[in-house]
């Protein structure tokens, strides 16, 4: 077998062969798009004590609820990303089948859809409040409750920040969902992982073109394109897939591209520095698993450089959770990479 091809299943001691992609789950097919649609949850307040005028969160819905509303999973966005990039990943046969469930894919705060500062008519660019983790679930909950009413849901899950939400929804609200499933996500961010994102925020900062937030083209594309290489992947990853010739053409392209809204990074990667979901226990990782009722399970990648595993595999220790580790040399896009296992472990996970 090649060692770059395998994962471990704990609980069950499995280990089997992968195949390799450097997709992501939003690129493994093309399926149908559901409309877009807003939650109006008027002027939100957030854990600050500052509010979202408003505040409008976007969503999809995949599948029909079935008689007795059992079915519903929720399915947050991963950083920057939104609720039409997760369509790839619902459907038959991927990660979340909507033939089988009820898919509510939610746009997190700021991330160019949901309220945003790019998008913000009266809190525009850095006069958008700082945001957190818990403001991105405590909005969903609204959506949940208020608008869709739903006061429960089969499962909660999410890939990245996606799976950093997961970890904050089965804290914060225990009784709400029967299932978790955090995929490469963390319930706190280690130090390494908040060097790089000290880092990429620097970088937005310091460039010429920021301007207080006040920029007419987006900071840092090529420092962007620089981090994304290093931490998305592995060495030897990239190096499979890059040659010393190309590498200068391929990141300077980066100057032409528009991708999200540099503020809407800022807000989004400070709520991640922010994310504990042991702060309203005193900062005891034991207590705050304690809280959750759900029945979990931690997805990781062991060569993860944009999400360090330990957090997630230490609180999986501690809910006696099911865990899948991957240890392929995709990284933090390993979920993507070794897809049709990890869809067929998800599948196995939500029928029990």
């Given at each position: 077998m090649d060692p770059r091809c395998r994962r471990v299943v704990t609980r069950n001691s499995i280990r089997l062969p992968v195949g390799l992609s450097v997709l992501l789950f939003c690129l493994t097919s093309i399926a149908p798009a559901q409309t877009l649609q807003f939650a109006q949850l008027g002027d939100f307040k957030l854990e600050s004590g500052e509010v979202i005028h408003d505040c409008r969160i976007g969503y999809r819905t995949f599948g029909t609820l079935n008689s007795n509303q059992s079915n519903a999973v929720l399915f947050p966005t991963w950083a920057?990303?939104?609720?039409?990039?997760?369509?790839?990943?619902?459907?038959?046969?991927?990660?979340?089948?909507?033939?089988?469930?009820?898919?509510?894919?939610?746009?997190?705060?700021?991330?160019?859809?949901?309220?945003?500062?790019?998008?913000?008519?009266?809190?525009?660019?850095?006069?958008?409040?700082?945001?957190?983790?818990?403001?991105?679930?405590?909005?969903?909950?609204?959506?949940l409750t208020k608008t869709l009413h739903l006061n429960h849901v089969m499962a909660v899950m999410g890939i990245s920040m996606g799976g950093m939400q997961t970890f904050q929804w089965i804290v914060s609200y225990p009784d709400f969902m029967d299932k978790a499933i955090p995929i490469v996500g963390s319930p706190q961010p280690t130090p390494y992982d908040l060097v790089f994102i000290r880092a990429q925020l620097r970088a937005i900062t310091t460039d010429p073109d920021w301007n207080n937030g006040n920029y007419t083209n987006n900071p840092a594309r090529v420092a962007e394109?620089?981090?994304?290489?290093?931490?998305?992947?592995?060495?030897?990853?990239?190096?499979?897939?890059?040659?010393r010739k190309r590498l200068a053409g391929e990141l300077d392209k980066a100057k032409n591209t528009s991708g999200f809204d540099s503020n809407d990074k800022i807000r989004q990667l400070q709520a991640i520095t922010a994310l504990d979901v042991s702060a309203p226990f005193g900062?005891?990782?034991?207590?705050?698993?304690?809280?959750?009722k759900a029945k979990v399970l931690v997805i990781?990648?062991?060569?993860?450089?944009?999400?360090?595993?330990?957090?997630?595999?230490?609180?999986?220790?501690?809910l006696r959770a099911q865990?899948?580790?991957?240890?392929?040399?995709?990284?933090?896009?390993?979920?993507?990479?070794?897809?049709?296992?990890?869809?067929?472990?998800?599948?196995d996970f939500l029928a029990l």
């Open positions: 920057l990303g939104t609720t039409e990039q997760l369509i790839g990943s619902i459907g038959s046969n991927k990660l979340v089948d909507s033939t089988k469930y009820y898919v509510i894919a939610v746009d997190a705060l700021a991330n160019g859809v949901s309220p945003s500062p790019s998008t913000s008519q009266s809190q525009p660019r850095m006069k958008f409040p700082k945001i957190t983790i818990r403001d991105m679930v405590n909005t969903q909950h609204e959506l394109a620089e981090f994304l290489a290093l931490i998305l992947t592995t060495p030897d990853e990239y190096n499979r897939h890059m040659t900062g005891d990782m034991e207590r705050a698993a304690a809280a959750v990781s990648a062991t060569r993860d450089h944009a999400v360090n595993p330990t957090p997630a595999l230490d609180f999986a220790h501690l865990t899948l580790v991957l240890e392929g040399d995709c990284g933090h896009l390993s979920p993507g990479c070794e897809a049709q296992e990890v869809n067929q472990l998800v599948a």
